[in-house]
């Protein structure tokens, strides 16, 4: 009798959904990562090409535009909606959008209290540290959603004090993810320390972790791209970018290899992957193939064809 022949493995780049996620309801704030599934499938319908589709999936999760995930998930949709579009009227509305995901992104948040604000204890990893897995999101979505309120409000704004005013909300994104990768670096050399090895804190979720690995990492990247002289200046804030270290940390959330050698799939999958890698690998892309037309440092155009090509396999259309 013939044997059948053995089962092939799932290939790494393999759709995870093939419906969308059930979303439970009524919403909760302190179960609101349950999230997470359905803004990962709303992304790679997204990514897919199924734009109405993902944005009619993130609406009818969240009608009322509650949900940490949906709301701010829903507010970055209309942000890449209106990079395709330049209407002044869409512009105003996907502002309008982020600014009320960051609303509930804020309202998720932990509250420092008075003394802990005067003092700057609001900032810190012992802070973070103190934080539920949900307020800790919640820091991540705030960052997130006033990045992308902030780069929406200076193409909208007319003048220089509108200008100035989204700057220092990039001063305070940057700032937010500064201690957010402090708090992941404590915790992994932890961990380390505790079992003799250089592997990751498995008690970090993956969403968490590559959102940390997307600001962190982009923070470096845009902050090494300023031109000399403003470049002096910001580092007077204390902000410096080092464009290496970026760029590692976005291939780390993709699980990319940057040895010489280095060939093939990534060691992460769509299984295990975060829910901000797709983002990361699309951050590495316009690095390596748009950004390559201004800067030639760091630039690997055999990593970015890697890259391409397995995102390629995983959103054909």
């Known amino acids: 009798m013939a044997s059948s022949p053995p089962a092939q493995p799932t290939p790494s780049w393999a759709p995870v959904y093939t419906s969308p996620p059930t979303v439970k309801h009524p919403y909760t704030p302190s179960e609101a990562l349950g999230d997470l599934q359905g803004v990962c499938y709303a992304l790679e319908t997204f990514l897919n090409s199924q734009m109405l589709e993902s944005e009619a999936y993130c ?6 535009k509650e949900r940490l995930y949906f709301a701010t998930g829903y507010g970055l949709i209309q942000l ?3 990079d395709a579009d330049d209407d002044a009227q869409d512009l105003l509305s996907a502002i309008n959008h982020t600014k009320h995901g960051n609303h509930i992104a804020s309202q998720h948040r932990k509250k420092a209290g008075f003394l802990g604000t005067l003092m700057g204890s609001a900032s810190s990893t012992a802070f973070i540290r103190s934080m539920t ?5 919640a820091e991540l979505t705030y960052a997130e959603s006033l990045f992308e309120k902030a780069l929406l409000g200076i193409v909208y704004s007319g003048d220089w004090l509108a200008f100035i005013k989204e700057a220092l909300n990039m001063r305070t994104v940057f700032g937010v993810y500064r201690h957010l990768g402090a708090y992941l670096d404590e915790a992994d050399a932890a961990y380390a320390a505790s079992v003799s090895t250089s592997t990751p804190d498995p008690s970090i979720d993956p969403h968490f972790r590559s959102g940390v690995y997307l600001g962190v990492g982009l923070c470096n990247v ?18 410096k970018g080092d464009r290496a270290y970026g760029l590692k940390l ?4 993709g699980g990319w290899d940057d040895g010489e050698h280095a060939t093939g799939d990534p060691s992460t999958s769509t299984q295990t992957e975060g829910v901000r890698r797709a983002l990361c690998d699309m951050a590495l892309l316009i690095f390596h193939l748009v950004v390559s037309s201004y800067t030639g440092a760091g630039v690997d155009i055999r990593i970015a064809t890697r890259i391409l090509e397995w995102n390629l396999k995983r959103f054909p259309n």
């Open 80 to 82: 890449a909606a209106d």
């Open 133 to 137: 897995d949900v307020e800790r999101h």
């Open 250 to 253: 976005l291939m780390r959330a």
């Open 59 to 64: 609406h009818q999760s969240d009608v009322g």
């Open 222 to 239: 845009i902050l090494s791209l300023i031109p000399g002289k403003l470049a002096t200046l910001v580092e007077l804030f204390g902000y």
